[in-house]
């Protein structure tokens, strides 16, 4: 009923034409988020979390002034945006009577630097809820959401923020391990179903069925994984660690069982297998380190174009034609020749002076600041996958080299793990 009085309300004060869900009275909103009317709510919070990644505050410290200014009322009107799209009764009544006073009046002036809430961000950008069990909180996001408290703290006392960095280290230190530890309880919980079903004397039939009982279930939770943001991507990777680890822990106790044969066939598997994840960590770190260059370089094209048409629209004398005009005195020749300058060096170069600039069309600017945010979220992707592999690989270790069960429940443990890794690294949105 309340919000049927507030409609009233509006209505009361508004004249004209009125739009639909389907088809808004106006776009402004939904054209600076870059998504269709009829966006999902979940379309509109992943958009939000895009651009205002790439426009927030935080990015622009190196930029100049003129540029970061810009930013910064980029960044108001993508927050603005998603606090009126974001909640539904607003995004009804914008819909229906556009940009209305009555609606501006009664919504927030957008989305503050302290309402970024940046471990938000991260779980919903990269495996929402079906990822939560397996990666747990992101430590990016920690050190973001502490980058933000440092930028609005400046003004306070340097002691103070060496005691809160001190604490922030130490804290960080906890979390991780406290996260090892609840990454590594949720996947011995997913093992069990193989791991409980067996005992050292169980027959290949026995142990046969009871893979093929946790194969089903891997398999049922694939389809909603992959629906994830990155959620295939998720799975590969961590799949792989998963593959790796269980191969190098396997090989590692074939080292130290059996007959000299054995041994040497399992080290040498092992080391084989250190290796191997070595170089993968090398080459991914490669890409992250470059993802982040081509992502700076982009951001120094845009910065170069925005500052190119601030410089254009402050030249004077300029003609409507593009070109310069000066009718003062000009050097002769003679006077270029008294310097030992070619005369043609002299034109040239007052010619080169007097090029104007010419600046980007509104389609070339959208593309440079499409590819500038594609880049943005490559680059931040790659190092979440940094850090996500990183810790599953602890998470597997301390699984997997558990001293409170036998050799023959890690081996169990192993062999499970190694399917599902298998498995998730085959998993694909065409199948």
């Given at each position: 009923m309340a919000s049927a009085s507030n409609d009233d309300h509006v209505r009361s004060g508004f004249l004209g034409k009125t739009g639909t869900d389907d088809v808004p009275l106006d776009k402004t909103y939904y054209d600076i988020l870059n998504v269709k009317p009829n966006a999902s709510a979940a379309e509109i919070k992943r958009a939000y979390y895009t651009y205002s990644l790439q426009y927030h505050p935080d990015r622009t410290q190196g930029l100049d002034e003129f540029t970061r200014r810009e930013y910064a009322e980029r960044f108001k009107q993508i927050s603005h945006?998603?606090?009126?799209?974001?909640?539904?009764e607003k995004r009804t009544l914008y819909n229906r009577y556009g940009k209305d006073e009555h609606i501006m009046s009664q919504g927030p002036n957008g989305v503050s630097l302290e309402d970024f809430d940046a471990e938000e961000f991260f779980r919903f950008m990269f495996g929402g809820e079906e990822f939560v069990d397996i990666i747990g909180d992101f430590e990016l996001a920690k050190s973001f959401k502490y980058a933000l408290s440092e930028l609005l703290s400046e003004n306070e006392q340097t002691t103070d923020r060496q005691n809160q960095r001190s604490s922030h280290a130490a804290e960080r230190a906890q979390a991780h391990e406290e996260r090892i530890k609840t990454l590594s309880e949720n996947l011995l919980s997913k093992l069990s179903i193989f791991t409980d079903t067996l005992s050292s004397d169980s027959s290949a039939l026995e142990s046969t069925q009871a893979l093929d009982k946790f194969i089903k279930k891997i398999d049922a939770d694939i389809p909603n994984q992959l629906q994830a943001p990155?959620?295939?991507?998720?799975?590969?990777?961590?799949?792989?660690?998963?593959?790796?680890?269980?191969?190098f822990w396997l090989t590692k106790m074939d080292s130290q069982e059996g007959h000299l044969g054995k041994r040497l066939l399992g080290f040498g598997k092992n080391f084989q297998?250190?290796?191997?994840?070595?170089?993968?960590?090398?080459?991914?770190?490669?890409?992250?380190?470059?993802?982040?260059?081509?992502?700076?370089?982009s951001v120094s094209r845009l910065t170069s174009a925005v500052d190119d048409e601030s410089e254009n629209s402050q030249l004077p004398f300029q003609h409507h034609s593009g070109h310069l005009e000066y009718s003062g005195p000009t050097p002769s020749e003679p006077t270029a020749l008294a310097t030992n300058k070619p005369v043609s060096s002299v034109k040239q170069k007052q010619k080169s002076s007097t090029q104007p600039i010419v600046p980007l069309t509104d389609e070339e600017k959208r593309k440079l600041e499409m590819d500038t945010t594609a880049k943005s979220m490559e680059a931040l992707w790659r190092a979440t996958k940094l850090e996500i592999e990183c810790i599953q690989r602890n998470v597997c270790d301390q699984v997997l080299s558990d001293p409170a069960c036998s050799r023959q429940i890690r081996r169990y443990r192993c062999k499970a793990l190694s399917k599902m890794g298998d498995i998730w690294q085959q998993a694909t949105l065409s199948n």
């Open positions: 945006a998603y606090s009126i799209l974001s909640d539904p990155y959620g295939e991507h998720l799975l590969h990777a961590i799949g792989y660690v998963y593959s790796s680890k269980a191969r297998s250190t290796w191997k994840d070595r170089i993968h960590i090398v080459k991914e770190t490669v890409k992250t380190v470059k993802c982040a260059v081509q992502w700076q370089q």
